[in-house]
């Protein structure tokens, strides 16, 4: 099946920026998406990028796409502790269903 | 997010024992989906359904079955309970077209013993 990669855990200080990065193997997908789980709680939705984008920016989230090595990266600027959760990519490729990496665990140092 | 509910929150289950899981929506989404989450694995796709009368297994729906009560309710069953079946099970929401983004509820944590 299609896969959907990343690092388990990233560690960082807080002021710094965080870059994390994700994989994926559907050349078909339509949207990426970069979810947030804080603890105890459900998958919120960050930023999506649609694929003919290469880049998004939404206030301290910029949203990088290569297409062509099907990469993707969610950079985090100013990093803070309230910015300490478990970050998701995921994928689509039509409008039935989402592939999830398995998530990257981003710990924000005082 | 509050538009999309569980219940139970956490649940402690034996081994062989039929269990429900529920969940509930007021965003007036067609679409409802049952994941399940395992540290290193991230979420893995159960069952989902397009609208009441369709449902759709996925990834992993050996062991699991769904009914779809009303657009608002999509209920997840473990028909005999299994220790490998301990995880975080969450129920998500979307609407038909768009961007697909989904509405998650914020889990059930179901041990089996």
């Known amino acids: 099946g299609e896969d959907v990669e990343q690092s388990l855990f990233l560690s960082v200080r807080e002021g710094d920026s965080s870059v994390i990065n994700c994989t994926y193997t559907d050349s078909s997908s339509t949207y990426l998406y970069w979810y947030k789980q804080e603890p105890g709680a459900g998958l919120q939705l960050l930023t999506y990028?649609?694929?003919?984008?290469d880049m998004k920016q939404d206030q301290r989230l910029t949203v990088l796409l290569n297409k062509k090595d099907k990469h993707l990266s969610l950079r985090i600027a100013d990093t803070q502790t309230g910015d300490s959760a478990i970050y998701f990519c995921a994928e689509s490729s039509n409008n039935n269903d989402m592939r999830f990496g398995a998530g990257t665990r981003l710990t924000v140092k005082p | 997010d509050a538009d999309v509910t569980q219940t139970p929150r956490n649940r402690i289950t034996k081994t062989g024992k039929r269990i429900m899981l529920e969940c509930s929506q007021t965003k007036g989404h067609d679409r409802m989906y049952w994941y399940r989450q395992d540290p290193g694995l991230g979420l893995r796709l159960i069952y989902y359904?397009?609208?009441?009368?369709?449902?759709n297994k996925g990834e992993i729906s050996d062991g699991y079955s769904v009914s779809r009560q009303a657009q608002a309710k999509f209920s997840l069953s473990l028909e005999s309970a299994i220790p490998n079946q301990t995880a975080l099970y969450f129920c998500?929401?979307?609407?038909?077209?768009?961007?697909?983004?989904?509405?998650f509820g914020p889990g059930t944590r179901l041990t089996v013993t």
């Open positions: 359904s397009f609208d009441v009368k369709d449902i």
């Open positions: 990028i649609f694929s003919n984008m």
């Open positions: 998500a929401t979307s609407e038909r077209t768009g961007k697909n983004e989904q509405y």
